[in-house]
């Protein structure tokens, strides 16, 4: 194979290689856009934002004794989604917390029991609505034995008074 030698002028453009033709591209009609689903509204991250504090936004799931105790033992997933925080979380707690002790199976899932659901409502009462540092809630829970006690009569009166309040709007 021979080479060519390629000389270049720089007065006058010269091209070197012929550009191949190139056909026009089609238009491609725009496909309609799918509806978007709707999605529940997330913070970027962290915790609850004041302004959803106060308005009394509920956030967390847990149902009643009695639909609790129906069930032995409930899945990692099955409690964050109840609480709406990240299973990475529940496992901080767990490691953080002494009064938590979710069983394991032979994979290693958690499995909650209903008495370990009611220790980590009485956690997530102490750390996000009562602003509780770790080591606080550490404290606290080792200083007050009863303190299962006061947040039982803590969230009955919470339902008390959004009885009243539901009783005063309807008036």
Do not use: C
């Not at 009695?66 to 899945?75: A, D, I, N, P, R």
């Amino acid at each position: 194979m021979a080479l060519q030698q390629i000389s270049f002028s720089f007065d006058e453009p010269t091209p070197l290689v012929e550009e191949p033709v190139v056909a026009p591209k089609k238009e491609k009609k725009p496909e309609p856009k799918p509806e978007p689903k709707p999605v529940a509204k997330k913070t970027a991250r962290g915790r609850m934002s004041l302004k959803d504090m106060e308005a009394g936004v509920d956030l967390i799931v847990v149902p009643d004794d009695e639909e609790l105790f129906q069930k032995s033992y409930y899945s990692m997933s099955t409690v964050a989604e109840m609480f709406k925080v990240n299973q990475s979380l529940l496992r901080f707690w767990e490691n953080e917390f002494d009064i938590l002790k979710p069983k394991k199976n032979g994979k290693g899932d958690r499995l909650f029991r209903p008495e370990d659901v009611k220790n980590l409502k009485l956690i997530y009462h102490l750390l996000r609505e009562r602003k509780y540092t770790i080591e606080g809630a550490k404290d606290f829970l080792k200083k007050n034995k009863r303190a299962e006690e006061k947040f039982v009569l803590i969230e009955s009166l919470k339902k008390l008074k959004g009885f009243l309040n539901q009783l005063k709007a309807d008036l």
